[in-house]
Every structure is written in C-alpha cells, then in structure tokens.
C-alpha cells in the first residue's frame, strides 16, 4: 500500500480493565476508502475513538503523515486534519441545522468566515435537505437527515480523513445507499480519505476500496474489497451468502504480514 497517511501499529485500547482491541494493525492509503468490518462488540467504533484521541491506548503507535498521534488532545487531533464522525451522529440536537454546521468549523480561525459560508455553500450541494432546514432544530430531523448534518459538520473542519462510524445505522436500504453515494462523491471530488467502520458488510464493501475483518478485538483479514467480496467466510458470515459446497470456517487464517 503506498502514500500511507494513517497507520495503526500493534494498538491495544481498554475500558477499565476490559481490552477492546488487541494489537490491531492498519494503513490507510492518501485518498482511498477503507473500511473495518466487524459484529457488533467486535471493537470497531474503539479502533476510531482511539484514533481521534477520544481514548488513551494502552500500546502501540498511531502514525499520521508519519508522525506519531496517539495520547494528544481530541481538539488537536481534528485541527490537524483528522474528523470525527461518531455512531448515532451526536448533533446538537437544540442548535439549528445551521448552527450545528458552525460548530463544525470552530477550529477555524476567525478571519475564515466567507469561506466557512462558502463551504456551507457546498454541503447544502450535496445535501439539499440541510439547506431547506436550515433554521430548523436538528433534533427535528430524521435519522437520515441528522446523518447528513453529522458528515456536514464534520466537512467543515476541512479534514484530510475522515472517520465515519456506522454511518448506515437504522437507515432504510434506499437512504444508506444515498448516503454512501455522497461518501463516495466526498472522496472523489474533494479527495478525502475515508475510514468506516460498519456492520452492513454488503454495503461497506460495495464503495470502500480496502477492507479489513475485526474479530474479538483483533484483524483477522484484510484485502481489497474485490476480494474479500468472494471469500468464502466473509461471504457466509458477513453477506448471508452460502456457497453450495463446502461450508466456510470462523477459523480465520491471519496473515503473517501488513500491507
């Protein structure tokens, strides 16, 4: 994998005395979409927390653009160009759609306010909903519509990554399709890099272009998401799809080496 610009090496993260992730290791190349996958409990959403600071690892080292991250400040972390984007979006649910899309931009400078309008400006391009509910109280909106603002507030702060947790959760098909569409378009036309993690396996490996499988807190596997698409154990456990031979195993084989 070349151009890496996010790099987990041997990372262990804990609640008290319970261990989420165990020696967890990933790149995410410059520009890609790469995705975790994993059950619920598995620790994917604690891979993202550890990452943006919002938790300590106990081990290990977090490189971004080589240098390492790990152990500083959640604001720090998102003034260098890393967002956010937490399950069940944490919008501020009394602020209006507007307001909401303001407090993503605090880490701008003062002096940044046309464009922050003009960057308004262009979200409101991708989700024309947001910008007829501007004056709205977010906690109004749907939950596809609070998923929109969440990935809109997060556009404001400018990233160069952008950590997207279960952004299809209690969606219809039709909406996680629609937002995965406008993901897909954020890290096209914006260069953005992504890293999702996500229970809908169908979905994640549809739009993502790397993927790794989490089990119990550790990698088990990982490949281009053209690949692991066909694989047998990830196409019975994870894309309900039963190969008419020999069934698959959870016995996970690991791989000896990172890419």
């Given amino acids: 994998m070349t151009d890496v610009i996010l790099q987990l090496n041997n990372v262990e993260s804990a609640y008290g005395p319970v261990k989420a992730i165990r020696g967890v290791s990933l790149k995410v190349a410059r520009g890609s979409i790469v995705t975790v996958l994993g059950a619920n409990g598995a620790g994917k959403s604690t891979i993202l927390k550890t990452i943006s600071g919002i938790i300590d690892p106990q081990k290990g080292s977090i490189l971004y653009h080589g240098e390492p991250i790990q152990k500083q400040d959640p604001a720090w972390i998102v003034r260098q160009g890393i967002a956010h984007v937490p399950e069940g979006r944490e919008i501020f649910p009394l602020l209006t759609v507007r307001e909401n899309l303001l407090m993503g931009a605090y880490t701008r400078p003062l002096g940044d306010k046309a ?28 939950g596809g519509q609070q998923q929109m603002l969440a990935i809109s507030r997060a556009l404001l702060a400018r990233p160069t990554i952008m950590l997207l947790d279960e952004p299809s959760l209690g969606l219809s098909p039709k909406l996680t399709h629609e937002i995965f569409e406008i993901i897909k378009r954020i890290n096209r036309e914006r260069g953005v890099t992504i890293l999702l993690v996500e229970q809908n396996a169908r979905v994640a490996l549809k739009y993502a272009d790397y993927g790794y499988v989490l089990e119990v807190g550790r990698i088990v596997m990982e490949d281009p998401c053209s690949v692991l698409r066909e694989k047998e154990d990830v196409k019975e456990f994870y894309l309900g799809i039963k190969d008419s031979g020999v069934r698959g195993t959870r016995r996970w084989k690991k791989k000896k080496t990172w890419r």
């Fill in 115 to 142: 464009a922050v309008e003009q960057e308004i400006e262009q979200v409101y391009g991708y989700f024309p909903i947001l910008q007829e509910r501007a004056g709205q109280p977010a906690g109004q909106l749907s």
